[in-house]
């Protein structure tokens, strides 16, 4: 089922194609309760000062009205396409909607997320313009009741052989960076993101810093168990790991370093020994093994 609020042309600048495309995957929104925080989204990209956005809204095939509610809540938005048809997973709800976009860098913005600022895109857009980064990344903060703001995480390059390194809903990454690295691969229902991000810095595609806090969230839905997180973190280090060393530790290796926040340094040691290792995982792995040997002093993390 389609079903699309009544929309005039997409508004654009410099060309046929908006410079972002904002992707939101939802599912049954009255069901999960995330009717007020859908409409956050909506209100936050209204008052962006840039126009050359569209939003991409993918619905995979809800049975709760969801498709009428967000018909209404975008109805007159000429910068809105929404489309509700069965898909896999989040994931590939997000693949779906990246296929269907035309802006030259997507973002990814969750039901519960909002942009942190009004100009936010503005200030962006000017410096993607000027730098043309393959992507720009981005702070993400929770916003409490009171107002206050907190930054949920530090961004750092070189972390991402241990986490994230930035939100997913805090990077723009290029439309055709996106597609060649082939989407997110839905193999992975809870960290696809990870994946994703991991193997765009591995493969050497040029990050711009943003002195900005990009996104804002107010609440989570339910999250996945953090022991499933781990077993998935684990199957995507393994399948990293593979493409550099003939000889890996087991899953089981790798969810224990996923709890205790780094990797063994033996295994960082060969990989730095490998030929042709990409620079960014070189430092990435450097800024992993100054950690691990930092953290083999500490016993309380054994």
Not at 3 to 18: A, H, I
């Amino acid at each position: 089922m389609t079903d699309t609020p009544p929309s005039g042309d997409l508004p654009r600048t410099g060309g046929d194609r908006p410079l972002f495309s904002v992707i939101t995957a939802t599912h049954n929104l009255i069901r999960n309760e995330r009717q007020e925080s859908f409409e956050r989204v909506i209100a936050c990209l209204r008052t962006q000062h840039a126009t050359a956005f569209e939003h991409i809204i993918q619905d995979g095939g809800s049975d709760d009205g969801t498709q009428a509610f967000v018909a209404k809540v975008t109805a007159g938005l000429n910068w809105v396409r929404f489309e509700s048809r069965p898909d896999r997973s989040l994931y590939d709800g997000m693949n779906i909607a990246a296929a269907r976009s035309s802006g030259e860098y997507l973002l990814f913005l969750n039901s519960d997320d909002s942009l942190a600022s009004s100009d936010l895109m503005a200030r962006t857009a000017r410096r993607l313009r000027r730098q043309r980064p393959d992507f720009a990344y981005g702070g993400t903060a929770w916003e409490e009741d009171t107002g206050q703001r907190i930054v949920s995480a530090r961004t750092n390059m070189r972390a991402v052989l241990q986490r994230m390194p930035f939100g997913h809903n805090s990077v723009f990454i290029r439309r055709d960076v996106f597609h060649a690295l082939g989407g997110h691969d839905i193999r992975y229902r809870i960290a696809a993101d990870y994946d994703l991000i991991l193997r765009m810095i591995a493969t050497g595609y040029h990050g711009l810093a943003l002195d900005d806090t990009v996104s804002l969230y107010w609440a989570r839905g339910a999250s996945a168990d953090d022991t499933q997180v781990g077993r998935e973190y684990a199957r995507i280090w393994q399948a990293f790991f593979a493409r550099f060393l003939p000889e890996l530790p087991s899953v089981e290796t790798f969810e224990t370093c996923y709890r205790q926040g780094h990797m063994p340094a033996a295994l960082l040691l060969r990989l730095l020994r490998t030929k042709g290792l990409p620079r960014p995982i070189a430092a990435a792995a450097r800024h992993s093994l100054g950690k691990s040997l930092r953290r083999a002093l500490q016993p309380w993390r054994k």
